[in-house]
C-alpha cells in the first residue's frame, strides 16, 4: 500500500514571504498522479494543484508551485507572496493507478501571519 | 448553486441508532466517494461507487453501507452507529476518477 508522509505538523510564515511544505511518498509504480488540497477552517477541501506522475515540468498555478522529484519520491509545495487566507490545513495526497484510490497524508497546518 | 452538496452538516446520535448521511452532486460525475477525517488520519476511504449500482470498499469499509440508485445520489448509511465512528464525513465526486472534488463535509457525533 502507497504511504504519504508529511512529516511537518505545523508551519507559520509571514505575510508576502514564500513557505514550502513537505511530501513524500512511497511506490513502486509508474503510473501515478499527486495532489494538493487545502482545508481552511471552514472545513472545505479544495484542491490547488495537480501533478502527473509522466510529465517533468513542476506544475504552476498563480502563487502555487511544486517541486516534484519523482526519484527522490518528493512532492513540496511553495506558496509565494503569503496573504491570510492561506491560512488552513494542507494535504497532500497520491492517487494510485493501480489501486485507483487517493491516499493522503496527515496534513501540514499553516499559519499566516499579519 | 451547482456542485455538491451533503446533508446534515451536523449531527448528533446515539450508540446503536440508525444513521443515513446523504450527498448530491450536479455535475453528472461517474465516481463518488466517502472519506471520514480523524486527526492524525488525514482522509480515509470508506467506499466509492464508479457508476450508479457499482460500489466497492474502500480502506476503512466496517460498520458502513452504501448504495447508488442514481447517479448523482450516494447516500452513507451506518447501520448501529458506535463511538468510534465519530468523526468528521466528506463527500467527493470526479468524473476522471483522479481529481476529486469534496463537498462541505458533515460532522457525526455518537454519544
Known amino acids: 500500500a502507497q504511504t504519504v508522509t508529511q512529516s511537518q505538523p505545523e508551519m507559520s510564515v509571514q505575510e508576502a514571504e514564500t513557505v514550502t511544505l513537505s511530501c513524500t511518498y512511497d511506490?513502486?509504480?509508474?503510473?501515478?498522479?499527486l495532489f494538493w488540497y487545502k482545508q481552511p477552517p471552514s472545513r472545505q477541501m479544495i484542491l490547488v494543484i495537480r501533478?502527473?506522475?509522466?510529465?517533468?515540468q513542476n506544475a504552476t498555478e498563480n502563487r502555487f508551485s511544486v517541486n516534484f522529484q519523482k526519484a527522490a519520491k518528493s512532492f513540496s509545495l511553495k506558496i509565494s507572496d503569503s496573504q491570510l487566507g492561506d491560512t488552513a490545513m494542507y494535504f497532500c495526497?497520491?492517487?494510485?493507478?493501480?489501486?485507483?484510490?487517493?491516499?493522503f497524508g496527515s496534513g501540514t497546518q499553516l499559519t499566516v501571519l499579519p | 448553486d451547482a456542485g455538491i452538496t451533503q446533508s446534515p452538516r451536523y449531527k448528533i446520535t446515539e450508540t446503536g441508532r440508525q444513521v443515513t448521511l446523504m450527498c448530491h452532486q450536479t455535475?453528472?460525475?461517474?465516481?463518488m466517494f466517502w472519506y471520514r477525517q480523524d486527526l492524525g488520519h488525514g482522509l480515509r476511504l470508506i467506499y466509492y461507487s464508479a457508476a450508479a449500482d457499482i460500489t466497492d470498499k474502500g480502506e476503512v469499509p466496517d460498520g458502513y453501507v452504501v448504495s447508488r440508485s442514481k447517479t448523482e445520489n450516494f447516500p452513507l448509511t451506518l447501520e448501529s452507529a458506535t463511538r468510534s465512528q465519530t468523526s468528521v464525513y466528506f463527500c467527493?465526486?470526479?468524473?476522471?476518477?483522479?481529481?476529486?472534488?469534496f463537498g462541505p463535509g458533515t460532522r457525526l457525533t455518537v454519544l
Open positions: 495526497a497520491y492517487w494510485s493507478g493501480s489501486a485507483r484510490q487517493l491516499t
Open positions: 467527493a465526486s470526479s468524473e476522471s476518477e483522479r481529481e476529486q472534488f
Open positions: 455535475w453528472s460525475h461517474s465516481y
Open positions: 511506490t513502486s509504480e509508474s503510473n501515478y498522479y
Open positions: 501533478q502527473e506522475a509522466y510529465k517533468q
